[in-house]
């Protein structure tokens, strides 16, 4: 049986959210928006959405096969797919091997360090409160998941960062830091969710060193189109 898209329910800084024919699932239109700082800063480039899309979709079939499912059903069109409906874990899930960003801000720490082991850090999802750092007391208090699904997030990701480590090294592309979400399915099961790409993580060229991420865009440096489309590139001949 067919899905259907039904009527709007959300949109969020970079995608629309549709309910389906299908009570389990959803439909995700992806925009051609730039967001940053909070959605302070603001911009666009055609053809955005198409390319996060395909990225994701790129990244995410790679980490199912590493044995890494994820809430993707199937893709409809280059800007719009079909997910499982789960209900969203309110945390950004970030994995950093690299300073960069706030934790420089934060800590100190210059911009390029490598961290001996990657740095599990979460976020509360809330824009209101612009998304703070919590510590794992901070999550359990606020009752945002127990430490079941905490400690399958954080499995998790740290597995996710060591496979996509490997795939982007093989691309020519440093993961320096990404952000993830997770999802909890009617069987209390924990499911990768939303996206990965450019507009999640900090992606530098591994011989030049040179940005390839929304960094671009937040720090107007110019030609965000051209890097986004050499990330698909790369990544799709790493994947080929």
Not at 28 to 38: I, P, R, W, Y
Not at 105 to 121: A, N, Q, S, V, Y
Not at 140 to 167: D, F, P, S, T
Request: glycine letters at 6%; charged letters at 35%; aromatic letters at 10%.
């Amino acid at each position: 049986m067919t899905t259907e898209k039904k009527e709007f329910l959300y949109e969020g800084k970079a995608k629309r959210l549709f309910a389906t024919s299908d009570e389990k699932k959803l439909w995700v239109e992806f925009k051609d928006d730039l967001t940053a700082f909070n959605a302070v800063k603001k911009g666009s480039f055609e053809g955005k959405g198409k390319i996060n899309l395909r990225i994701s979709n790129l990244i995410f079939d790679y980490l199912k096969n590493k044995g890494i499912d994820n809430h993707v059903v199937e893709t409809v069109s280059d800007t719009e797919q079909i997910v499982k409906k789960v209900k969203i874990v309110p945390l950004e899930v970030v994995i950093r091997n690299k300073a960069a960003g706030s934790i420089c801000k934060r800590l100190g720490f210059e911009k390029g360090f490598e961290f001996r082991d990657p740095i599990f850090e979460v976020f509360y999802k809330n824009d209101e409160l612009a998304d703070p750092l919590l510590t794992y007391e901070h999550v359990m208090a606020m009752e945002l998941c127990n430490l079941r699904v905490y400690e399958q997030i954080k499995n998790k990701v740290l597995g996710i960062n060591m496979h996509l480590r490997e795939l982007f090294e093989k691309a020519g592309i440093d993961l320096v830091d990404f952000k993830v979400e997770f999802g909890i399915c009617p069987d209390s099961s924990v499911l990768l969710a939303d996206e990965i790409s450019p507009d999640s993580c900090r992606l530098w060229d591994l011989e030049t060193g040179e940005s390839l991420d929304k960094d671009r865009f937040r720090q107007d440096l110019g030609r965000v189109e051209e890097s986004y489309k050499i990330i698909l590139e790369k990544l799709e001949k790493a994947v080929s």
